[in-house]
Nanobody, 118 residues
Framework: QEQLVESGGGLAQPGGSLRLSCTASGFTGGISVLTMSWYRQAPGLKRELVATHPKFDHAVNYPRSVQGRFTISRDNANNTVYLQMKHLPPAVTAVYFC?????????WGQGIPVTVSS
């Protein structure tokens, strides 16, 4: 049974940093054969992509809204993908989801809330 479990969310101060983790289990071949992504969904808004890390490092991609503030990385040996967030503004408050893409299938974590507030 494929499973993604996020951790590391919670409350952060404006201008601060936070690192999210996503640990995968049950995937044949581990995350090394998967494209891994992070999405977020703020209240009342659609889920949006914030970072993608395909199998090959040179293809890492971010939307312009988070460039320079978010960094996605992966530890294939431990089947874990990270999202480092820095210089956090209150606007990044949302539920963050880890996703694993294999062929035409997308697997989702349960989501973890991130709140940026003083």
């Amino acid at each position: 049974q494929e499973q993604l479990v996020e951790s590391g969310g919670g409350l952060a101060q404006p201008g601060g940093s936070l690192r999210l983790s996503c640990t995968a289990s049950g995937f044949t071949g581990g995350i090394s054969v998967l494209t891994m992504s992070w999405y977020r969904q703020a209240p009342g808004l659609k889920r949006e992509l914030v970072a993608t890390h395909p199998k090959f490092d040179h293809a890492v991609n971010y939307p312009r809204s988070v460039q320079g503030r978010f960094t996605i990385s992966r530890d294939n040996a431990n089947n874990t993908v990270y999202l480092q967030m820095k210089h956090l503004p209150p606007a990044v408050t949302a539920v963050y989801f880890c996703a694993a893409i294999r062929a035409a299938s997308t697997y989702w974590g349960q989501g973890i809330p991130v709140t940026v507030s003083s």
